[in-house]
């Protein structure tokens, strides 16, 4: 079994910063790529951003050039540093690994628990 576990997460004025992390455990092998979601109340949770364990990155339009995601494969863990944040920001942020548990296994997805971001005006 993995676990995924989140933290960072909090309230934060309009323009502030924060930085989300995302730790993996348990039983792997190689992490493929990782990645940040969100669901705002009432919406469909949807990607804001994901990296390949060899660096490369995408983001959603809404988040270029504000928020950057990393991530330290030696730890298996997953960053989202999130600059100038603005209300729309707020949703529960969710981070995601493509797990391969052991040498001749598929990967499958993993999900942490979720983290709120509440971004006030």
């Known amino acids: 079994q993995v676990q995924l576990v989140e933290s960072g997460g909090g309230l934060v004025q309009a323009g502030g910063s924060l930085r989300l992390s995302c730790a993996a455990s348990?039983?792997?092998?190689?992490?493929?790529?990782m990645g940040w979601y969100r669901q705002a109340p009432g919406k469909q949770r949807e990607l804001v951003a994901t990296?390949?364990?060899?660096?490369?990155?995408n983001y959603a339009d809404s988040v270029k050039g504000r928020f950057t995601i990393s991530r330290d494969n030696a730890k298996n863990t997953v960053y989202l540093q999130m600059n100038s944040l603005k209300p729309e920001d707020t949703a529960v942020y969710y981070c995601k690994a493509d797990v391969v548990a052991t040498m001749t296994s598929p990967f499958f997805g993993s999900w942490g628990q979720g983290t709120q971001v509440t971004v006030s005006s």
């Open positions: 990296i390949t364990s060899g660096g490369s990155t």
């Open positions: 348990g039983s792997i092998f190689s992490i493929k790529a």
